[in-house]
């Protein structure tokens, strides 16, 4: 197994655990046990899932906590993406796109990402941002 695949699952396991655990449970509460994981482990994808729940928290997070969040996101911003890739999470990705946290060497990356792991939804959006942020153009290939 690809060992960035590997990644990825292990990312994603992380991230279904953690909405479970969270469920009912007090904002603040979640946050400050988010922020403490975020702190302490030395288990990249529990890192980054920690990071990527913790700075989508409307409540419970600090402005320091979401900032701390966002300077590790915006450093792993390609397995964050991927993550939001896979879960189609649109909104999100739209906000670290609005943050320019990505170019358009990124988002080639992400729409291929899209593609193979056949997620319309993003693969969609990527498309579009490519075509009003960058454009397509042709090639000529004459001798």
Known sequence: MEEGTRFQQDVE???KAL????????AQKEGSRLYRKFKETKQEPVRLAVALRGYFMEEG??????????????????????????????????????????????LEGFIRSARNRK??????????????????????FTL
Request: glycine letters at 10%; proline letters at 1%; hydrophobic letters at 35%.
């Open 13 to 15: 396991v992380v991230s």
């Open 61 to 106: 997070v600090s402005s320091d906590q979401r900032e701390d969040y966002g300077k590790y996101l915006k450093g792993r911003i390609r397995p964050a993406m991927e993550e939001l890739i896979g879960e189609e999470a649109v909104e999100k990705m739209k906000v670290f796109e609005e943050l320019g946290w990505f170019d358009g060497r990124h």
């Open 119 to 140: 997620k319309t939804a993003s693969l969609v959006w990527l498309l579009h941002l490519k075509d009003v942020k960058y454009g397509y153009h042709d090639y000529d």
């Open 19 to 26: 909405a479970q655990r969270g469920r009912g449970e007090d």
